[in-house]
């Protein structure tokens, strides 16, 4: 099963589940690479899945340190949540043993 396949059926879940904070992550993450797919007009394959993932991942991180300086917690919540979903998606990177 390719990475977009996993997301699409974790979104059935979450729209099933009435999840309305995964649902609208992911639906975030599909609409930025379905744009991406118009913008190139070709189809995404999980190495674009991936390019996105670490975009809007990057994009999370900057906002919660933006929102702890600005003294939100509330708005660093949200986003520390968008990007431990956003994060699961990711391949998991080797630790130094199994190098």
Known sequence: MSTLDQIN??????????????????????????????????DADDSVVLATLKKMIKQRKDSIQQYRDGGRPDLEEIEQNELDLLDKYLPQALNGDAL
């Open 9 to 42: 059926s974790d979104l059935k879940a979450a729209m099933l589940a009435k999840d309305n904070a995964t649902r609208d992550t992911l639906r975030m993450l599909i609409s930025e690479i379905k744009r991406y797919e118009i913008d190139n007009r070709v």
